[in-house]
T-cell receptor
């Protein structure tokens, strides 16, 4: 049981380049989200999804796009990378009822130069 | 909207001493509260959570937390620190079972002295 899988683990981009961070979960969770972690700021919500075909913005959505075509996958797209997007990105999926609560992936460390 | 304040960005304790990490929250509805731990270069692991019911919650690795509504607090404790407890700890809040938008505190880094 893999849980939440993020790829790649590390990435270096040049300013202006685009890329997609991949996230997949095998727990049949309806809820998925993307967070970014910056020193001294905790984790901040970028985008989230409550089910296939449904997405919404979080606290810091600018410069990022998401889509949710299947329950399992929730990719995060950086449209035109900027140095301010240098961060560690975490994907998480959430269960309901007794299993309420998020399971986090191991993260993608992104550097934009 | 909800928010979380963690008092103290760094805490240093001796091995065997009490670990106390403070978390205060604001929420317009009865909150769900969480503590996560992050070891270096790893993701976040759930330590414990409060949703409803008993206000004293026991988690993994000997940690526990108490939800105090009157104080809007959810402090994390462990009676006796171990070297393996050195990590960063995050408190988080959501606005109940239909809200999956977690708001996180800034984190508290714990170091354990031998």
């Amino acid at each position: 049981n893999a849980g939440v899988t993020q790829t790649p683990k590390f990435q270096v981009l040049k300013t202006g380049q685009s890329m997609t961070l991949q996230c997949a979960q095998d727990m049949n969770h309806e809820y998925m989200s993307w967070y970014r972690q910056d020193p001294g700021m905790g984790l901040r919500l970028i985008h989230y999804s409550v089910g296939a075909g449904i997405t919404d913005q979080g606290e810091v959505p600018n410069g990022y796009n998401v889509s949710r075509s299947t329950t399992e996958d929730f990719p995060l797209r950086l449209l035109s990378a900027a140095p301010s997007q240098t961060s560690v990105y975490f994907c998480a999926s959430g269960g309901t009822g007794e299993t309420y609560g998020y399971t986090f992936g191991s993260g993608t460390r992104l550097t934009v130069v | 909207a909800q928010s979380v304040t963690q008092l103290g960005s760094h805490v240093s304790v001796s091995e065997g001493a009490l670990v106390l990490l403070r978390c205060n929250y604001s929420s317009s509805v009865p909150p769900y509260l969480f503590w996560y731990v992050q070891y270096p270069n790893q993701g976040l692991q759930l330590l414990l959570k409060y949703t409803t019911g008993a206000t004293l919650v026991k988690g993994i690795n000997g940690f526990e937390a108490e939800f105090k509504k009157s104080e809007t607090s959810f402090h994390l404790t462990k009676p006796s620190a171990h070297m393996s407890d050195a990590a960063e700890y995050f408190c988080a809040v959501s606005e109940g079972s239909n809200d999956y938008k977690l708001s996180f505190g800034a984190g508290t880094t714990v170091t354990v002295r031998a």
